[in-house]
């Protein structure tokens, strides 16, 4: 696996945004077993924007931390493995750090490792379907040292 293109799209300017090197190690992570080379954007916005894309996606009122758009091929194209987009709410993210007691660094670690499960076919729909979905991002943020995310602190 090999991420062929990153591309991070800053629409807030703020210090505690994580760097391109941080976004892309958590990516790699998470793609571990992914055996295409593949892009991805991530684009890291407000609560306005990630609002509306809540509301017209997901048809669910008010913001949210991460949202994931994996790409569908269109039929009779080849050749692009454009794995999607990952819209990711830095507000919400340090509000949830805090209200959770984690450090900023270690939650943007697990959404975007989250987000990019869910691009590759992984989902929480059902009990069974979050367990695996759970099981494996604790192990991915173990290797990073990073403390299981569903624990109470």
Known sequence: MAIRDLEVQRIIDSSLLPSDEELLLWV??????????????????????????????????????????????????????LLGDLVVCAEVLQQEAIMQNKTLQDHWAHIIIHGILHLIGFDHGNETQALEMETREIHLLQQLNIDNPYQEK
């Open 28 to 81: 790699e992570k998470a793609l571990v077993d992914y055996q295409r080379d593949t892009e991805i954007l991530i684009r890291i916005v407000d609560t306005q924007e990630i609002t509306e894309l809540n509301e017209q996606y997901r048809h669910k009122q008010g913001a949210t931390n991460i949202l994931s758009f994996p790409f569908e091929m269109p039929e009779g194209i080849e050749g692009v493995n």
